[in-house]
T-cell receptor
Framework: NAGVMQNPRHLVRRRGQEARLRCSPM?????VYWYRQLPEEGLKFMVY????????ESGMPKERFSAEFPKEGPSILRIQQVVRGDSAAYFC???????????????FGAGTRLSVL | ELKVEQNPLFLSMQEGKNYTIYCNYS?????LYWYRQDPGKSLESLFV?????AVKQEGRLMASLDTKARLSTLHITAAVHDLSATYFC???????????FGKGTRLHILP
């Protein structure tokens, strides 16, 4: 049973380019969360999605960032016109049920390390 | 908005010693998660604490939750080098789907 799969593991982009980060949840999981981690910092919540729905995007920057979780295929975090400040590790987590449910554990992928030149 | 404070942020200790990491949070929460992260790696779930007074133990690690004091602790007993990692606490506000991470405690255990 594969865990949460993220790709690519490392992504290098020049300023102004687009970055697409992919996340395939664990088998049987239909809830996906995206987090950003800066060096020496904790993880900052970005967005929570269920299949075809954005449930909570309170942590997403208002511009340039978007996320989707289509009916088929992985969840995508898209960053348009990247800037140096977007350089970070982006982690995806999945869970089998709604986040509010008692004991619902999030399982994390290995992360995508984005470097913006 | 739920705020989380961990301390210490960095801890260097000798093998064989005991120590405690503290996690304070600002609003009502009745569940809290502890995760471990090795450098350059993903996060591994350690404990899920679901009620006031909950205590969980795994090997040399023990976690507890006091929801009235809004405090969780992670206690390390007789530390060994393999426990060197960064430990994050992550409470979940009541009624919310997301969890909020502390800044992490970077634990370095000297042989």
């Amino acid at each position: 049973n594969a865990g949460v799969m993220q790709n690519p593991r490392h992504l290098v982009r020049r300023r102004g380019q687009e970055a697409r980060l992919r996340c395939s949840p664990m088998k049987g999981h239909s809830h996906v969360y995206w987090y950003r981690q800066l060096p020496e910092e904790g993880l900052k919540f970005m967005v929570y999605l269920q299949k075809e729905n954005i449930i909570d995007e309170s942590g997403m920057p208002k511009e340039r960032f978007s996320a989707e979780f289509p009916k088929e295929g992985p969840s995508i975090l898209r960053i348009q016109q990247v800037v140096r400040g977007d350089s970070a590790a982006y982690f995806c987590a999945s869970s089998p049920a709604r986040g509010q449910l008692l004991g619902n554990i999030q399982y994390f992928g290995a992360g995508t390390r984005l470097s913006v030149l | 908005e739920l705020k989380v404070e961990q301390n210490p942020l960095f801890l260097s200790m000798q093998e064989g010693k005991n120590y405690t990491i503290y996690c304070n949070y600002s609003t009502t929460s009745d569940r809290l998660y502890w995760y471990r992260q090795d450098p350059g790696k993903s996060l591994e779930s350690l404990f899920v604490l679901l009620s006031n007074g909950a205590v969980k133990q795994e090997g040399r690690l023990m976690a507890s939750l006091d929801t009235k004091a809004r405090l969780s602790t992670l206690h390390i007993t007789a530390a060994v080098h393999d426990l060197s990692a960064t430990y994050f606490c992550a409470p979940q506000a009541r009624g919310d789907d997301k969890i909020i991470f502390g800044k992490g405690t970077r634990l370095h255990i000297l042989p």
